[in-house]
């Protein structure tokens, strides 16, 4: 049962969020070398500690999230938006 | 020209029309204009400036707050997108160049439903799972959140009822689930 | 045995007399009662037979904890098995029995099994896994099959009713500053203080009274303090629930309620729920769960008359019961004094036996004051009484161990072993308590989540210092308080002796630590005996703790003749984790009101009573409502879609597809945009014109198709199929936020905004013409293939019509605002009725599409590339986009992977399965050559059509014979493969 704090509406039930992946990746340009889209789509680190997900807050304001969370205790240490503009948007209002 | 038909229409019994005691009602608003306006990360702030100016606001909605003018409601739903909500007589909307941002006219994707009554707080926490508790969602408050796995918007009203805002295609259902649980709160 | 109820006295309303059957016999009781009390009042001793070896038991507890006292409430639809007589309120016409016994608790022939119990040890039923010696003796087991039979239905203990539950449930939320779990001296007092300093405070107790342990009292200073304490909370907003379970805490200060709703409050408004779910976020959470009192393992100390003490205690001050008359207290602390001394006082004989070798002064007053005789260094050591309790024998503690002493008679054992406070809602939080030597008994430890521990849960056994424990861990909880002090332990004048079982030498007992589980101090050893060391195998190979009880007050005692024959300390064996629910919670419950109907939320097309009205059938697709077919008269399923699929291609039909997901993609970059995610090139799709795309996914398989249609220079609408509306939304938002955020583009659900229709055959340019105002023209050049045009239904009503077809006929999709839907129908249908026209669905549209070869999800599934769809055209080599790079990978691009085909029954008279595989006739084996993925009556062809997957696609398999193959539902049947599009492959009927 998570909390995740949203940085538009607010700390929320993880019953509007949905889970997205990893959020360490940086995709390829779309006409990158086949190994390159190999790795970033098929390789993936099992974390014993924090890392960074992608979460969508779905029924809220569908904004995908930049979440460090702990495998192993659920803490989560940071929420961002993932996308720059909009996380720097929202650190001047509110 | 024909009128546009609710959601409900054909759903409504009598019971649902009696409320529950004095202490809840579940109405319906119809008439609902709704304008979605969307702006880009690095006009936000005047885009929100001019749609505060054009439509006579008081303030800046605030993430969490809506800005009211009469019957025309303002607030920020996404970081980048506002919803002009309009119960009254159909206004025109500020217009946009494209590298301002866009419009897009939602009026038939929602059905809106009035909540009010001592205990509409304890119905909308019989399905909504946010604060609604004075302190915390105060007059003007707005949210997105989940009703049965949908996403719904909840507004409270300056007398403190809520307004609540439902995709069209579920309306029926979830408008059914809480007239059932309403039942729970007549008296007696 | 001889309880009675005694004159005066208790927390009961006397002045409500309450009707209840036990076992079919009529008694009474009143109200404030409890099952238990009441049946202990009419002296009703024997309630129960035990899980395996069916031995009588009776009231052991007054709470949650019981294990003896389990019965079965209720009948028909309302029956409920495994209810703990001490939790039930009573009410009036309770219906209770008896359960696990034939033909009653008082006289079952299951006691037989307690003749062959050397056999029905713990692990007995894993040893017959292994044969039946000599026949099977190491050769595994067949015989099993057969008593296994048996031992079902041997096992288990009340039986459920198998009827749909009658009742309904709840689910809410709530949230709070401060939840407070537990209504006793420290958790009045803990609610008091943050009540004080102005928070908002939920207080939640599992009994129907508040109060906790200050019911138990008979001082009445203290009875009123309670009363002045609830006025306090109520006056200042405190939301008090009774009834209501803490049943789990969760991350995030989150705790799981459930809430009783009580039988009295449904009967007088029946559209209550039986139970409410709590879900309840709290900003700190107290908890003042008390502590539970342990017995002592000795031979038959499970017998009807045995009880904790500070039970009776409660059973005669809260409910005024004097639960025996001649009484043997025996104890190793000095909790159990005082109620010794009270049960004397109410007019018992009592004699009380401690383990310890002595007491201080103050201690033995106590006693004495009372009339209470006392000895010391002795404790139980066999329970005589085949039905009940007659008397026990005694052990004596010479110093080199027990040994046996003189018999006392008695017809109520009153036992305190000790005292184990309740930790576990702190354990789910993953937070182990500490044995504490001193107060024989785990110990919760400081949590770093916002969890706080007071009263005799955090073993404090004095009440005055329970109530300032209460305060005290609030306000450092709360961070009122100057500094942080830590609750101490302990509260008794003389330290507790550790005791858990008596027993002299080897001998062969059946002394109980799990009653409800039958699991016995025997058991124990033999577990260690057999390897079985660690506390967490000894619970699963015992079944020690397991039952509804949760080892609630054996599994101390099971940790400790552990520890001992591993020749260990308690605090090394450890214990096993407390997890949710802290006593049983019903799965309705859980459900809530989502169930049925309501299960999941339905999605209504705006057309949907329209529909209906309109002689629609309705069929799922996903949480949508779709029109399956329109039956005209007694037209069964397949003569109406054929019917329809017919008229639209000779006439016209209608079909509501409205649930087709919708998506309007806005902005300066929006072609560009769609050129990235579309596998086809679309940045230069001109204004007016739709397309059809394909999207891929990262890894190169196809994800969805859908059409794109450009409205403006900066606005396109975008269609998806039904199902994958959301997965599609839900992509593009993350495209758009986490790769390119540079793209100034906006992505909006509009699903719900537009009702439209297909409009299909050859009189629909006609039909439609018919329909829409004089400036809105449709012919050919206004309105050529795939393009897209804004314009008005007559009245007036906004609309966009595009030529797109689906069904491979002259069609068009019109779109209208949502609230418009039912008078486009109307108009529509009044326009199509002249022509011949019909009203199509689902099954018709599936029939259409398929006998074209145009795919959907069910050839789409996720495993396929767009080149096994026939769809390689569509990959555009100009560009890069989604998927470009990894659809290259060899394996992918193999000649030989399947590809969409079209399927002929050899026979034209035959028909088979969608999902069945297609296999070479001599090699019907594993995956075969490929699988069907839908099927039809194809009204042009006249005979039975599929559309499917075979390696190499079609031309391989030229003027050879396959199976279609289906050894589950109906075997083989001979078919041959062709291109999949099977009518009008040139497309010449769309064009026109």
Redesign the interface.
Known sequence: MLRIKCPFCGERDHSEFSYGGDGSIVYPALDAPMQDWVEAVFQRENIRGMQTETWQHVNGCRTWLLVERDTMTHEIRSVRAAHPGVAKALEGSS | MASPISALDGYHTAEHSNGYGRELAIEEVTGLQLIQVAAWADNTDSVEQRLVAELGMPGIPLPGTAVQNGDVLLARVEPLKWWILNSGAEISVPELSPTEGCLLDLSHSRTWLAISGENAGSLLNRFLPIDLRDAVFPAGSIATTAFHHTGVTVHRSADGSYNLLLLRSFAVSLWQMMHETALQFKAG | MSARRLPGGGQIDRSRLLNFKWDGKQYQGYAGDTLASALLANNQQLIGRSFKYHRPRGIMSAGVEESGAIVTTGEGDRREPNVKATSQELYEGLLASGQNAWPNVRRDMGAVSGWFSRFFVAGFYYKTFMGLPPFEWGKGTGIWMQYEKLIRKAAGMGQASREPDPDHY??????CDVLVVGSGPSGLHAALTAARAGR?VMLVEQDFEIGGDYLNQSDAALISRRAEIIAELEQAGVRIMNRTTAFGL?????AGLLERVSDVAMA??P???RQRFW?V?AGATLLATGALERSVAFANNDRPGVMTAAAAGVYLNRYGILPGQQIVVATNNDSAYTVAAELASAGASVELVDARAAVSAQQREVAALAGVQTRYGCAPLAVQGSKTVQGVTLANNGGAGWQAGDLMQCELLLVSGGWSPVVNLLSHRGIKPQWDPAQTCFLPVESAENIAMAGSAAGVWNLAACEQSGSAAMASLLGLAASHRSIVAGGWDNPIEPLYEVRIGEQRVKSFVDQQHDVTSDDIRLAHQEGFVSVEHLKRYTTLGMATDQGKMGNVIGMALMADALGRDISQVGTTTFRPPYTPVSIGALAG??TG??F???????MH?WNLANGATMTEAGL?QRSWYHARDAETISQAYVREAETARSSVGICDVS?LGKI?V???DASEFLN?VYSNAFAKLPVGKARYGIMLR??GLVMDDGTCWRLS???FLMTTTTSNAAKVM?WL??L????W?DL?V?V???????ASVSVAGPQARAMIAACVEASTAVDNNSLPFMGVRAGKLN???DCLIARISFSGEMAFEIFV???????MMELLWAAAKPLGGCLYGLEALGALRIEKGHVTGAELDGRVTIDDAGLGKMASTKK???G???R??PELMREDRPRLVGIFPKDKASTFNAGALICQPDKVAGFGEGWITAVTHSPVLGHWIGLGYVAGGHESWAGRDLLATDPVRRGNVEIEVVSPHMVDPKGERMHG
Do not use: M
């Not at chain 3, 758009?736 to 790769?739: D, E, V």
């Not at chain 3, 909006?748 to 537009?754: A, F, K």
């Open positions: 709840d689910h809410a939320h709530a949230f908002d969760y991350d995030y200060g989150t007088a408004n559209h209550l729920p879900t976020r009101p989502n109907a309501h999941r939320a339905l999605r209504r097309t705006p009573n949508w649930s309007a806005q902005g300066p990235r990262d890894d220079e900066n606005d839900v938002e993350e758009l936020q986490l790769r955020p100034k906006h909006s659900s509009v699903t719900d905004q537009w009245g007036g009503i605002a949502a609230g418009f839907g039912p008078a890069s986009y989604i470009s790079v990894l290259q990978r």
